[in-house]
RNA sequence: GGGGAAGUGUCGGAACAGGCAGACGAGCAUGACUUAGGAUCAUGUGCCGCGAGGCGUGCGGGUUCAAGUCCCGCCUUCCCCACCA
């Protein structure tokens, strides 16, 4: 009887040998090139799960490739400790968050070796022990000397579920929850630390030397958020400001990418909280203005839901000078501008900026253009008995297009359409000449003429605007209703869609810029700006700080004192660390445990040694996880060891061998969070003379995302008849799928369908129609009625619930699985195979709990393959062998590939037909030389992918332990070549016939015997042969006539 | 509203550089061995058609001897950002 495979005794044995052996330990070695592989650490949570395994297996399977490759590999763990769920455990359960961790990380630690990862634990760091937390503060304290640290009052996101402050890049979505515990955050207004990432920003978007994937580069890149733009001066106008106002008090500075649009900025707007609104509001004006701080405040509390952004806003009372013209322009307060972004102030430029359109209609400001329109199109609409009847007849002679149309219920106009300089000349002398007394006509989108019987005034500056609406009120006073002319022709549908345009074109009505074109218009009024000392080019980024205060117990310490005499004064290095206390009361207070804390809060200034208190707040746990990579060098460095402030934080020598990470693999989730502050963290380090290179990780890949198993769906039971393969519905019965036990049995027969519906469009429905999967397409119309047994109502086919959801595993929705049950079932080894081989590694997908049987039924196959003897009883054929030499070194090729570039899925597929390959080949060469080395090649290529049972197999074998300090495989380029070849041959695009000849026939013989074939002849008789291809010997294309 | 990614059999997914679409696996079907089979082995399996043959990579065009791949226009889904000045 031969001897079963049997993961659950192999695996240990393996795991305890190598663990004995220490032959995960990876020591510094200049002899050997270094690899250093970087897995993303876990949090303790508690439980390791499937989403753990998907990206640690696959990047420990090609750790132990480069491994095998000759590379003195790094393949660390550890637990990012500090954190908010270890907290929460000590207020609901009474458990201190550190025992929680330590337990928790125990669990974890033995579930993951479970896993049979090359994990080098005696390396291992976690981030809540003094002697890694020591460092954390370390650098705060070198951060604060840099002066990249500073604290500020400001605004700042609050999570009231979580009771801390929060990153402004731990704040998701439009509904701007918390990232950890989904809640709405608010805004507080607090005094907290903050980190100088932003003096980093633009060495942050350059990603020339890292190869990180293109999506990870445009996020942290739209993160950060760079645009050019100028700063540009206004003063609020003298009469506005108190005379005793310090000189400079009425600059109102802002930041606009469009500078060139500065003669068409008709007001100001403020933020509701610009600390200048309550400087410059006029007494009249206080209360309103007032109100709508107040309510803009409380509208940025309570969450921001209306979708719907209706503008809102007040007058100050007060004007400004446009720096270019001189021009007195109102300021107003509006809750769309943020005081957050650029200067919290903007010029409004409601020509071409759609916000400012929206509320200068609103609010019948002046709306002048100043920018030509790139298309010069303009519209004019032609009043119904403007013009004499054979107006359109003029029009058609002169070529310019229009419909005739009714207009309102006025009567017949004519909607004209007009492109480029002279068509609208033509056209406004025409009008001009035509036009009947008592009437106007526009010219709109370009040139903005108003035509009236003695004049044609263009739309060019305020005072044009008052003039023209004037004007044309008292030729037709049912406009008087309009503030401006803008809002006069915007009653007009016609003209919509060229009312305003944001694109770049030539500047008009810019006095001495105008006809500057769009290429060069920013630059040049920028220049011109700066030397008149009122506005300078600038750069503004989205990115701002990173608050790094956290209200929270479990964190770091912030080392800092505050000393009523001193200030603020940073714990001295020599004393690091801060510890934290362990007897703290846990209460959700809203502000950290460590403030109730007597021994911790109290201390003594180290500057002044009077009586201090100490920062409370500790540190955001992001900070732990931005120098993890560097800890793993040499854990707890110098623990005990009172250090100074030119210390290393590392073992230098670990620090030049392995430094930088060469390969980091992870969730795309931290995109902008850890992988963004991580690379801040290293540049900052560079520049405190610790680190001598720019990046952390020289090469990122994100793995997707294992939801969970779809779910089912209800079932259908339908009559009607087959239609080919397909079934026409004509009555359906519908089954919840809450009732599955009342379901009918899977039926697939004439005239009757039944099963569940896994999918479901508009014309179909998916059925399976048999227990084991079988599906069958049912045609149906979607409002076509269906019964529902037990429901008065009848539903439609567009009610049926098909397949549900693919969800995120979480345990709530009960749809998680766990690795232990599957190492507990298949082994390790079958679900680090499966894991590779189920999705596109970097895509993920919804689990499927059935193919995870085939790669066991594939292990088990390569288990007897090689366990069990056999009678060769085939005769040895040297075409065979050649086949299976010539495989194998394809497989070896195929597999080295796939894993450098993370392709696991087809390495897996490649390792499959290996052994498939000799499987065929079993019968006729086991026992031989070739069997041998196709047997001894297989389990290397194996050996990363399933260690134990490559390893149980190769002691089986008799080879020398460890297989994994064999050397990788190499192939050979001319073993891939096939003595023949079949090349196909195509009659006008289609393949009429495969020729077989011999490989690296010249392109002549391919081509004869293309034309020889048969077959070919068949297609090619009577025709003219055109032209024939052999591209690369691949295949031979005939065009025939 | 802006930006990005992706649409291939029943399913997960292959396809180098424009060159035989569907590798590998799942599922399904048939058969063998079995007391039995959710084990194992073998064979088949894109769709339509009895057949010759035709049709097929979200849809519509185009380039080419040849298009999943390149170009133009659309549709759908997912992700990110969002009153960003």
């Known amino acids: 009887m031969p001897e079963l495979y049997t993961p659950q005794e192999i695996e240990p044995k393996w795991q305890q040998r190598w663990e004995a052996d220490g032959l995960h330990r990876s020591l510094v070695d200049p002899e050997r090139p270094k690899f250093y592989a970087l897995t993303m650490l876990p949090y303790p949570s508690g439980d390791i799960h499937i989403g753990h395994w998907y990206a640690m297996a696959p990047s420990d399977v090609r750790a132990r490739f480069k491994r095998m490759q000759g590379y003195n590999v790094l393949f660390p763990m550890g637990f990012d400790a500090f954190g908010l769920p270890a907290e929460n455990a000590a207020i609901q359960r009474g458990i201190h968050p550190k025992e929680w961790t330590l337990n928790n990380i125990e669990r974890e630690r033995q579930q993951l070796r479970t896993m049979g990862a090359m994990i080098d634990w005696e390396r291992e760091a976690i981030s809540c022990l003094p002697g890694y937390y020591r460092w954390s503060e370390w650098f705060f304290r070198k951060f604060y000397d840099m002066g990249l640290a500073y604290r500020k009052q400001a605004p700042v996101d609050y999570c009231p579920s979580c009771k801390t402050t929060l990153a402004r890049e731990q704040v998701v979505g439009e509904e701007r929850i918390c990232e950890r515990c989904g809640s709405p955050v608010i805004k507080k207004d607090l005094e907290q630390w903050f980190w100088k990432i932003t003096n980093y920003a633009d060495e942050l978007l350059d990603f020339s030397k890292i190869d990180w994937p293109e999506r990870i580069r445009l996020l942290q890149t739209n993160w950060i958020g760079r645009s050019e733009g100028a700063e540009v001066v206004f003063v609020v106008a003298p009469e506005d400001l108190s005379a005793d106002a310090a000189p400079g008090t009425g600059d109102l500075v802002v930041f606009t990418t469009r500078p060139d649009t500065l003669w068409g900025a008709t007001f100001m707007v403020l933020a509701p909280e610009h600390p200048l609104v309550n400087v410059i509001t006029k007494p009249e004006f206080h209360e309103i203005v007032h109100a709508y701080q107040f309510q803009a405040a409380r509208q940025s509390e309570i969450e921001r839901l209306s979708t719907e952004k209706e503008k809102t806003g007040v007058f100050t009372g007060a004007y400004a000078i446009n720096p270019v013209n001189g021009a007195r322009i109102p300021i107003w307060v ?115 003429y108003f035509i009236f019987q003695d004049e044609v005034r263009q739309l060019d500056s305020v005072a044009s605007d008052a003039e023209i609406l004037a004007r044309c009120k008292e030729l037709y006073p049912p406009v008087s209703d309009n503030r401006t002319v803008m809002e006069m022709i915007t009653h007009c549908g016609f003209y919509e869609d060229v009312l305003f345009h944001a694109e770049h074109g030539t500047m008009i009505n810019s006095e001495g810029f105008t006809g500057t074109p769009g290429e060069e218009a920013v630059s040049a009024v920028t220049a011109w700006l700066d030397q008149r000392g009122v506005g300078e080019a600038a750069v503004n980024y989205r990115l701002r700080d990173w608050l790094v205060s956290r209200q929270r117990y479990w964190g770091a310490p912030i080392p800092i004192v505050y000393c009523p005499v001193c200030g603020t004064v940073p714990v001295p290095y020599e004393e690091l660390p801060v510890l934290l206390p362990d007897d703290v009361d846990f209460m959700p207070t809203g502000e950290s445990p460590l403030r109730y804390h007597e021994g911790f809060l109290n201390t003594t200034c180290p500057q002044c040694g009077g009586p201090a208190i100490r920062e409370t707040d500790t540190m955001d746990t992001f900070v732990c996880s931005s120098w993890y990579q560097y800890a793993y060098l040499s854990p707890y460095y110098r623990e005990g060891e009172p250090v100074n402030g030119d210390a290393m934080p590392w073992d230098p020598a670990e620090q030049a061998y392995w430094a930088p990470v060469d390969t980091y693999t992870g969730g795309a989730e931290h995109a902008v969070l850890h992988l963004l502050y991580t690379r801040f963290f290293t540049k900052a380090l560079r520049d405190a003379g610790i680190l001598d290179f720019d990046e952390p990780m020289r090469q990122l890949r994100n793995q997707g995302v294992i939801l969970g198993e779809p779910r089912s769906g209800d079932c259908v039971d339908v009559r009607g008849s087959w239609e080919g393969s397909a079934f026409r519905a004509t009555a359906i019965t519908v089954y919840s799928f809450q009732d599955r036990d009342t379901w009918p049995e899977p039926v697939r027969e004439e005239g009757r369908v039944c099963g569940e519906v896994l999918d479901r469009d508009e014309v179909s429905l998916k059925v399976r129609t048999s227990e084991s999967g079988a599906l069958t397409v049912v045609l149906v119309n979607e409002d076509m009625p269906v019964e529902i047994p037990g429901k008065e109502v009848q539903g439609t086919v567009g009610d049926i619930l098909y397949h549900l959801d693919v969800e995120k595993m979480s345990k709530s929705k009960k749809n998680v699985v766990s690795p232990d049950v599957l190492v507990a079932q298949h082994g390790a080894d079958a679900l680090r195979a499966y894991l590779m081989f189920g999705w596109r590694w970097e895509q993920g997908g919804p689990w499927d709990s059935r193919s995870i049987e085939g790669v066991t039924r594939w292990l088990n196959r ?135 000849i011999a490989a690296g026939a010249d392109e002549g013989a391919i081509r004869s015997a293309a034309l020889e074939d048969p077959n070919v002849q068949r297609y090619v008789e009577g025709k003219q042969i055109v032209k024939v291809i052999v591209p690369r010997g691949q295949l031979v294309s005939i065009v025939v006539k």
Do not use: C
């Not at 790139?374 to 003029?394: N, R």
């Not at 219920?409 to 909607?415: D, I």
């Not at 993370?902 to 080949?921: G, P, V």
């Open 334 to 448: 509006a809750d769309y501008v943020m005081m957050g972004y650029g200067t919290g102030a903007i010029m409004a430029v409601p020509a071409h900026d759609d916000r400012d359109f929206a509320f200068a209609i609103k609010f019948g400001l002046s709306i002048i253009p100043v920018i030509e329109r790139p298309d010069l199109k303009a519209k004019s609409l032609v009043w119904p008995d403007s013009v004499p009847d054979d107006f359109a007849a003029k029009l058609d002679e002169a070529g310019i297009a229009y419909t005739a149309g009714a207009v309102g219920n006025v009567g017949e106009g004519l909607y004209v359409t007009l492109q480029g300089e002279a068509e609208i000349g033509r056209y406004v002398e025409l009008i001009s000449a035509a036009l009947r007394p008592g009437n106007w006509s526009e010219v709109v989108g370009t040139g903005w």
């Open 862 to 996: 390569i288990w007897t393959l090689l366990t069990e003897s056999s009678q060769n009883t085939e005769p040895v054929d040297a075409v065979s062998d050649r086949e299976l030499r010539r495989t194998m070194h394809y497989v070896i090729k195929s597999v080295t590939e796939d894993l450098e570039g993370f392709s696991f899925n087809t390495a897996i597929a490649r390792l499959m037909e290996l052994t498939n390959a000799l499987s065929k080949a079993k019968a006729a060469t086991w026992g031989s030389e070739l069997w041998d080395e196709a047997v001894t090649t297989l389990l290397l290529l194996l050996a990363p992918v399933v260690p134990h049972m490559a390893e149980e197999l190769w002691s089986r074998l008799g080879k020398p332990y460890s297989i994994h300090q064999q050397a990788w495989p190499a192939w050979d380029e001319a073993m891939l070549v096939e003595d023949t070849v079949e090349v196909p041959v195509q009659v006008n695009g289609k393949v009429r016939a495969r020729i077989t």
